[in-house]
């Protein structure tokens, strides 16, 4: 955190503004690409939209780096990665329809 102009400002967000050249849009927010928050190197800063954005580049990283693939997405249920076309998202959780399907079978079992 630093002081500037009597605002206090995290350091990669004065450095992306800089390399931007003016202050962040309202609801911008600052990614690390290599996801060290240490490193505030221009080269390792993305500048998102809005945290729905930054969150995305998270949800990719991980699927990228647990299955190969940043496309795919981890089933809430069985934890297993798939495509997305063979899932079913809902309030940004994916879930296999046969999993879902199995969780509700006995969730009305011992309600």
Excluded at 76 to 92: M, W
Aim: charged fraction near 25%.
């Amino acid at each position: 955190m630093l002081t500037v102009n009597g605002r206090k400002v995290f350091e990669h967000v004065l450095i992306a503004e800089r390399v931007l050249g003016r202050k962040l849009p309202a609801g911008a927010c600052v990614h690390h690409a290599d996801e060290n928050p240490s490193n505030n190197t221009p080269s390792n800063l993305v500048i998102c939209p809005n945290q729905a954005y930054h969150s995305l580049l998270h949800i990719r990283a991980r699927s990228l780096a647990e299955c190969g693939n940043a496309d795919w997405r981890k089933c809430k249920r069985c934890g297993k990665y798939d495509a997305v076309d063979r899932l079913s998202i809902y309030r940004n959780e994916a879930v296999h329809p046969e999993c879902n399907r199995a969780h509700a079978k006995l969730y009305r079992r011992s309600a």
